[in-house]
């Protein structure tokens, strides 16, 4: 059995692509399905449920609604970055829509205004940061724990949506590898970034919508690279074939581990052939690592490539991942 430049034979291959498919952060998405087929929505819902914010027609273009809610664990560990993700995380879920934000309200609970400090101060230098408001909220400082959500409006002319991938596109990652781990698999790239760099930086995604070089994508959420493609995979109804050996974690990060990270800035986009050097150039000069790591394909498969090996990470028709119920045809 042959190794390719990775060091990655067909054996490691799958059983890294085991390793994946049972981590803690890619299966915390299964229960998205839950949620939606308890609320009795699909993917032909209004809003569009599956993509990155709820998309509703507004004046010649969208209004769109995004929210975020936080695990104990993660506000515990770090009430500050708890904060500051709250507002991070929901103007990247607007801007992979092609959007805008425009305000951010929160939801905090707290055992005192003490305990929410930390917290309320995060939000606060994260909205200073990013130029967006925060307008308002729901607080509670007579709970047992600290408890965060937040929620983002935003507007868009054009969308990138996560139904639009077609075989045949290339799949362009764009991540900020600035940064280091935070805590956890996340990996922060925001923190030591000016605030013109990091709105600059947010404002790419719709400026490439309303130019017509993206239609589809997602941004890198909780679920990693590999999780986010499989979502954009089933959303679209097609197979993605990822080359490992394009994959370009920061020094001394292996592949496996940034294939599950949450980048603080990072975007998957289906992108026609003729439109990715454009794409990934607008990227770097901003200095943001883009580049085509893999392909759109028919099928239903997310397939690692490493030279003349593969292995099947997962197939949403075998087994679905969000699992939305109608689809688009």
């Not at 929160?106 to 408001?133: F, I, M």
Request: aromatic letters at 6%.
């Amino acid at each position: 059995m042959t190794e390719n430049i990775l060091g990655i034979n067909a054996l490691t291959l799958e059983e890294m692509a085991g390793r994946l498919r049972s981590h803690p952060s890619i299966r915390s998405k299964l229960g998205i399905a839950s949620a939606t087929k308890a609320l009795g929505l699909t993917a032909l819902s209004d809003g569009r449920p599956g993509d990155d914010a709820a998309a509703l027609p507004c004046d010649g273009g969208y209004d769109l609604l995004a929210g975020e809610g936080f695990i104990p664990a993660f506000i515990e560990d770090d009430p500050w970055f708890a904060g500051w993700c709250a507002v991070m995380v929901n103007l990247s879920d607007i801007a992979a829509m092609g959007g805008r934000s425009t305000a951010v309200i929160d939801q905090v609970w707290a055992p005192s205004a003490k305990a929410a400090a930390p917290l309320l101060q995060g939000l606060c230098d994260a909205s200073a940061a990013y130029g967006v408001p925060l307008v308002g909220g729901h607080t509670n400082l007579s709970a047992q724990t600290l408890g965060l959500a937040a929620s983002v409006f935003g507007k868009a002319q054009r969308l990138i949506t996560s139904f639009d991938a077609a075989p045949g596109d290339l799949l362009i990652a764009a991540i900020d590898r600035r940064g280091n781990y935070r805590n956890f698999d996340n990996f922060c790239a925001a923190l030591d970034a000016p605030g013109g760099r990091l709105r600059g930086d947010l404002m790419l995604l719709p400026a490439l919508a309303e130019d017509a070089l993206v239609l589809a994508g997602k941004d890198i959420s909780q679920g990693g690279l590999i999780g986010t493609a499989l979502m954009l995979a089933e959303c679209s109804s097609v197979g993605i074939d990822i080359n490992l050996s394009e994959i370009n974690p920061p020094n001394g990060i292996e592949v496996e581990r940034w294939l599950r990270s949450f980048p603080s800035f990072g975007f998957l986009l289906s992108v026609a052939p003729e439109n990715a050097q454009a794409v990934c150039t607008r990227f770097a000069t901003r200095g943001i690592d883009a580049r085509a790591i893999g392909r759109i394909t028919d099928g239903s498969a997310v397939t690692f490539r490493s030279g003349a090996d593969s292995a099947v990470f997962w197939d949403h028709a075998q087994t679905p991942y969000l699992d939305l119920g109608a689809n688009h045809a």
